[in-house]
């Protein structure tokens, strides 16, 4: 999902773990509005229908777990993102043109 992905640049930026709970939380009117939407297509009804609700909803709580899994297990997202390809250089250029001075 996007949030996750959202969640590992924030984490990669540097930014607080509850902000990244905070913002994820704040998209939960949208992903209701995009299921409705879903719902309504038959090529996505039938998954969507055996979805548990909890795996189609963007609380706080779970991407404050995600996160405490990502430290747990890698160092953190941005650790995460490291063994997954990202290099330093591409790290610090992020930082460099995402953050202001």
């Known amino acids: 999902r996007s949030g996750v992905m959202a969640a590992i640049i924030l984490d990669c930026l540097g930014v607080h773990h509850d902000l990244i709970a905070r913002d994820y939380a704040d998209s939960a009117p949208y992903v209701e509005e995009l299921l409705i939407r879903l719902r309504r297509d038959?090529?996505?009804?039938?998954?969507?229908?055996?979805?548990p609700a909890e795996r189609l909803s963007a609380r706080?709580?779970?991407?404050t777990q995600f996160l405490e899994r990502a430290r747990r297990d890698y160092g953190g997202l941005a650790?995460?993102?490291q063994y997954a390809?990202?290099?330093?250089?591409?790290?610090?250029?992020?930082?460099?043109?995402?953050?202001?001075?």
């Open 60 to 63: 706080a709580e779970t991407m």
């Open 42 to 51: 038959e090529r996505y009804a039938e998954t969507i229908a055996q979805t």
């Open 79 to 81: 650790a995460w993102a």
């Open 85 to 101: 390809g990202l290099s330093p250089s591409e790290l610090r250029s992020m930082r460099q043109n995402l953050l202001e001075p």
